[in-house]
């Protein structure tokens, strides 16, 4: 018999027996005050997580050890399903239920239960300082706040988890803690992530929450709510948190096979009723908060571009905004292959500086104007030198914008350039030209110091963006002679 079964048993008084197993539901019956969410102890040794509450039975779902038969004991234990935190967690790579899965050693500080509620009005702040990812077009078009939640959304294989790594490295690099959940993941995306982290030298800040795609269903649907528990561990501590759940679609596909398994009946677009306000109570643990703040984005699958998909417009109703990777985009060789137009962002406006939200406006509304001007140009009209210069800077904007995936760049580096290109930096330039001195000027800014220091004492001496276009042609000229 196991320790910890016959241990609860003594403690609880309470023996329940499995009358029926259904895949990853099993049905006990003699547990009269068990509680939701409450782990149980198997008599083998394994776990399983109050899932509902019955008149003759107590629903558990499955969550780890070995497999149960008909007739097996169980025991409540008082406590709910929870995760050992401690700083032992910074550089670690955990299973859904928080275990280490990469041999390192375990210093828990205390356990803390993974359904917590969210906090409410008390102790939350607005969203003022800037979230940076690091990514040109981003932090230009659709600059984030911390403590935002932003929904990554697209097709598959547009290029979203590079995206995410590239943020990550960014924050990570900022002393940002940041956790990765990556739920009901392949093997090797599992692997290309921890070859990622390990070759940029970021572990120490990145901890990793895994489930792959052939585990329980139940361990797959707890990965987000641990990666969550042990962001607000941080939080409480006064850490600043960067939490990405890769992806929710996944998890929303794993609860419904766990809900069919129970036997409920499935609601709008086959998925369980309650599926709204599970993701819903997970969004709202994220935010900004008096100690620190919990910057979350989850991702999301669309399929051939739609984004009107059920859990897709669910979470985008539960976040501050949403980055869409674009597969149009992504095939005509956009990267990154977010579309500025289809993006939003709600409270990340706010948190930037005065210039940064000039610069950000007067970018989004030219790409506006550009697109309108495209759409014009397939009638075929005789282009003005107006015409066509705004189509010429539009395409110099949009090679600034290309950026590869294992580069961060800082928002001065970027706002720098876009003023170069306003003063027209690569006009009449091929792209591939005009890519390349951008990726020059950002490489100076990153290496010299001297350059920094000039740039950002350039733009913090700049009023508006007007003027510092004005003092980048300046410069210009005395270069020149
Ligand atoms: P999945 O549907 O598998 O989750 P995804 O949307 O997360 O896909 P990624 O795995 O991030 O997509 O990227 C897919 C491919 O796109 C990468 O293997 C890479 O070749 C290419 N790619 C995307 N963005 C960039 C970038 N900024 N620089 C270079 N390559 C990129
Ligand atoms: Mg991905």
Known sequence: MNNHFSANLEKTGEVGYVKKQVQSIIYVDGLPTAHLNELIFFENGATGLVFSLGEKYVEVLFLSGERISVGDRATRTGGLVGVDVGDFLL???????????????????????IDQEPRGMLGREQVDTPFQTGVKMVDMVIPLG????????????????????????????????????????????????????????????????????????GKVFLTP???????????????????????????????????????????????????????????????????????????????????????????????????????????????PSVNPFLSVTRVGLQAQSPLVREVSRQVSSFLVQLENMKDFMHFGAEMSQGVKDTISLGDRVMSLFEQDYR?????????????????????????????????????????????????????????????????????????EG
Not at 100 to 112: F, L, M, Q
Not at 419 to 446: P, T
Request: with cysteine; proline share 2%.
């Open 146 to 217: 911390k403590g935002q939640r932003e929904l990554v959304v697209g097709d598959r294989k547009t290029g979203k988890t590079l995206f995410l790594m590239q943020t990550l490295l960014a924050q990570a690099k900022r002393g940002t803690v940041c956790i990765y959940a990556g739920i009901g993941k392949r093997q090797q995306d599992i692997r290309s992530f921890l070859d990622f982290i390990e070759s940029q030298g970021i572990q120490k800040n990145v901890i990793t929450v895994l489930s792959g795609a052939a585990e329980d269903s």
């Open 91 to 113: 550089g670690s790579v955990v299973d859904s239920l928080g275990k280490r899965i990469d041999g390192g050693g375990v210093t828990p500080e205390k356990t803390i239960s």
């Open 225 to 335: 709510f641990t990666a969550m528990t042990i962001a607000e561990y941080f939080r409480d501590k006064g850490v600043d948190t960067f939490i990405i759940m890769d992806d929710m679609t996944t998890h929303a596909t794993y609860y419904r096979e766990i809900s069919l398994q129970a036997r409920r009946f499935p609601g709008r677009s086959s998925y369980p009723g309650n599926i709204f306000y599970i993701h819903a109570k997970l969004m709202e643990r994220a935010g900004n908060f008096d100690t620190a703040s919990i910057t979350c984005m989850p991702v999301a699958e669309s399929v051939l571009g739609d984004l009107s998909g059920y859990i897709q417009t669910n979470l985008m109703a539960m976040t501050d905004g949403h980055i869409y990777f674009d597969i149009d985009r992504f095939n005509q060789g956009q990267r």
């Open 407 to 479: 580069n961060v760049v800082p928002v001065n580096a970027t706002i720098y350039l876009v003023a170069r290109v306003w003063a027209g930096l690569g006009k009449g330039e091929e792209k591939q030209s005009v890519v390349a001195k951008c990726n020059e000027i950002i490489k100076d800014y990153q290496t010299n110091k001297e350059t920094q220091t000039r740039v950002d004492e350039m733009i913090l001496g700049s009023p508006s963006f007007k003027d510092l276009v004005a003092k980048v042609k300046e410069e210009g000229r005395i270069n």
